[in-house]
């Protein structure tokens, strides 16, 4: 009797639990990242304002890729707001699977938007994401460790001064290694940055017919310089070092430079986790000696409202007030200019108080040098700096990053790896019907 | 002279069992060391093991960040009602196959199992377009039957195992005294099977309440258990070990306790029928 007692009892919660959400709770999808639970934290203010409640749904980034795909696909309707990248937006919205943002209201001011963040969210001249926060790339370096070995890193670098800035400052019986990148497989990880020095090597994954380019010298000069830089200045086991991996490393002070996400930089900097926070230093992220491009990328974490949802104009109310001007200054008012989400809004670099945060000039400087139009030094039929903007770039991304994080583990050469990821894209490209 | 060989042996046999048991146990007790360090002793090179300030921190803001009480909530509904709606259904089944087989009972063992070699992946589509359909989607009736369907071929196997253990002759005794189906089933053979069932609900809460696949893809805000909680700590850029294992730490805590206590039911359920 007792089961049964207890099977009607769990029967009666699941269906109370059925009953759907009331009218006015928005259900917000999004990673965890510090600037998004800050603004979790800050957000009883809309509902105070506005009296709609919003429900967080927070997950590791590629569940979150996977599980809001999925539920846009089949028009799931389980989230009014998700927090997608750069790569998703222009490609979905071609879809017509989200909501276009022409609806913000003008003193939302979306000129003020910073010109490369604006362009990488649109599609046909309407912005499909308003960006939360966006970020490029850059060097960070250890200042007493350059300072040590005599030589002074240039706000505008070239790979010739990484390779020899990495060189002098490893020192393998002290456990330092001259520089720390991403070797670890997939198409954000490790083929985000190679595709970054392939572009700043004048290569290109497709040519303007969409014949994969993988087997040009620029790839193999690219590609050697950055397997050369890993294997004689890189840690142990960089092929399986990812962004988190290299920031412990850096925060430790086991590498001499870390290429990477601007927005490391508050970390690297923040005393309470990183032991070097005082001798860190920022410079834009290298080109080839005499070539214009330079290697750095350029990413957004933004909000989007997925079509067919039930709540567009209360999404849009809440994405209007996530990425206003005024919500930086909240942030800047409870937490201090530091914390404020970067890489998004003109109007926050033009402030003389943010101007004041250390890395605020490079971080924008860097934005700004990034053109996901236009960018690599031949022409090329695609969006994207470290990605390129189709359907199947998640997946030949990963499969390239696959053969040359082998290449970094040693069991490839650069020939090799280049050889099987210009197979393995042709065909899939030919697969895809281009 | 012999006395001492079994002596050396016994120490030795305890030696390596709590070897092999402390290296089991290691990456728990890892987590739960790791989630009173700062973030920083989390990831400090050399480890830190147990001389450090050992701090709450971690275990204030994951309660100040997520509401705990409502994934550990769901986790037990999902769990508890998936292993209470498949014994349901599992116990007869067993029953029949144990004590009335067919020729095609083996072949229909067989076949359940194969359905968990399948990976959940090929299916998620068509499940989340029905869900979509019947409104199940984020829902805890949803994740409960689904639940108890990828766990129902095991169930149906380790009762049937068990259920075999039982003399047919007792059975037959009870309907010789007029005892129907449902009071044979109920009143006779369960009674008698109570550790088998008991081990056979325990692994299933198990199974349940660690579940990560379709409980993060049937789920959003409302019905969410404690896999998403956990879920909702590891960060793309960032340090978070020290908050992630505070947070595996408050989720695994409740099937560790209850794992703890039973142990003695559960082994003994697992070894039924195997020594005989």
Redesign the interface.
Known sequence: MS?RK??YA??A???I??V??SADTL?I?T????DM?RM??LSSEFTEATGIAL???????N?LR??VT?DIA??????DVMTIGMYETPIWAARDWLVSLDGLPDDYDIDDILPAMRAGLSHEGSLYAAPFYGESSMVMYRTDLMEAAGLEMPEAPTWDDIAEAAAAMTDRDNNINGICIRGRAGWGENMAFITTVANSFGARWFDEDWNAQLDSPEWLEAVTFYNDLLQNYGPAGAANNG??EN??LF??G?CGMWID?T??AS?VTNP????VADHVGFALAPNKDGMDKRANWLWAWALAIPAGTQQEAAAMEFINWATSKEYLELVAEREGWANVPPGSRTSLYENPDYAEVPFAAMTLQSINAADPNNPTVDPVPYVGIQYVAIPEWAGIGTSAGQEFSAMVAGQLTPEQALQRAQALVTDEMEAAGY | MARSVTTQRKTLNTVIAWGIGLLIFFPILWTILTSFK???QA???PPVWFFFDWTLENYRVVQE?SNYSRFLW?SV?IA??ST??G??VAIPAAWSMAFVPSTQTKNILLWMLSTKMLPAVGV??PI??IF?QL????????L?LVLMLINLPIMVWMLYTYFKEIPGEILEAARMDGAGLRQEILYVLTPMAIPGIASTMLLNIILAWNEAFWT??LT?????PLT?FI??????????YAKLSAASTMAIAPILIIGWFSQKQLVRGLTFGAVK
């Open positions: 089961l207890s099977l769990a029967t919660m699941g269906l639990s059925a759907g959400a259900t999808a990673v965890n990242n510090g639970i979790q934290s429900e967080w749904v927070i997950l590791e980034e569940i996977q599980r999925q089949t028009s799931g309707g389980q989230f962004f988190n920031l412990t925060q430790q086991r996400a927005v490391a970390f309470n986790d990183s032991t | 700062t973030e920083a990831i400090a090179d960040r769901n509904i508890g009602g209470l709606l014994m349901m998620l589509y989340y377009l979509i409104g199940l989607l984020d829902s805890r009736i949803g409960t993060l893809n959003a805000a409302r019905a969410a998403a879920a909702s700590y590891s960060s793309p850029e960032g340090l978070f």
